[in-house]
Antibody, heavy 115, light 112 residues
Framework: QVKLLQSGAALVKPGASVKMSCKAS????????VSWVKQSHGKSLEWIGE????????NFNEKFKGKATLTVDKSTSTAYMELSRLTSEDSAIYYC????????WGQGTLVTVSS | DVVLTQTPVSLLISLGGQASISCRSS???????????LHWYLQKPGQSPQLLIY???NRFSGIPDRFSGSGSGTDFTLKISRVEPEDLGVYYC?????????FGGGTKLELK
């Protein structure tokens, strides 16, 4: 069955970067866009952007351009998101989801930005 | 950006009752290809969101027929009939017609 397994929680210092992963299984990784979604504590969901593994094409929410970098490793069916110049506003749970209507979601990666 | 306004913000429902959630868009969600990319999700406490309804009215695999979606253009509704304990959580609508994709603010369904 389709699974998206995300990397574990990260505690990072302000100003640093963090890179998280989303390993896909149960389907052909290169056939579907992978989206990333942010959920700040107790709040709604924000769409960050998406990447098409077959070509590496990306599509971003303007708000996250310069903040998020999306990449993939086709050999391991893994998508990555790197967040740079972290502030407390970046503390959140980040989800990866298989594209289209987002039928499949990872379990989320909690990022805490604190000194 | 397209703004999705969900109402109500919270809903108190008795078990076996019916719930109705509205999602209104600031722009038409009809894509140039004729499809409407408005989807509904349920996020149970401590879990990732799960897809319930895609493209307005199509139930995702395994979703019971107690859940139904309707609407067009800018006005959409999710109905849940015969509410069960496992239906509790926060419901979100999402539009994927326009960039950036945007979510509604959420509707929390709780037991009366």
């Amino acid at each position: 069955q389709v699974k998206l397994l995300q990397s574990g929680a990260a505690l990072v210092k302000p100003g640093a970067s963090v890179k998280m992963s989303c390993k896909a299984s149960g389907y052909t990784f290169t056939d579907y866009w992978v989206s990333w979604v942010k959920q700040s504590h107790g709040k709604s969901l924000e769409w960050i952007g998406e990447i098409y593994p077959n070509s590496g094409a990306t599509n971003f929410n303007e708000k996250f351009k310069g903040k998020a970098t999306l990449t993939v490793d086709k050999s391991t069916s893994t998508a990555y998101m790197e967040l740079s110049r972290l502030t407390s506003e970046d503390s959140a749970i980040y989800y990866c989801t298989r594209g289209g209507p987002g039928a499949y979601w990872g379990q989320g990666t909690l990022v805490t930005v604190s000194s | 950006d397209v703004v999705l306004t969900q109402t109500p913000v919270s809903l108190l429902i008795s078990l076996g009752g019916q719930a109705s959630i509205s999602c209104r868009s600031s722009q038409s969600l009809v894509h140039s290809n004729g499809n409407t990319y408005l989807h509904w999700y349920l996020q149970k406490p401590g879990q990732s969101p799960q897809l319930l309804i895609y493209q307005v009215s199509n139930r995702f695999s395994g979703i019971p027929d107690r859940f139904s979606g309707s609407g067009s253009g800018t006005d959409f509704t999710l109905k849940i009939s015969r509410v069960e304990p496992e239906d509790l959580g926060v419901y979100y609508c999402l539009q994927r017609t326009h960039n950036p994709r945007t979510f509604g603010g959420g509707t929390k369904l709780e037991l009366k």
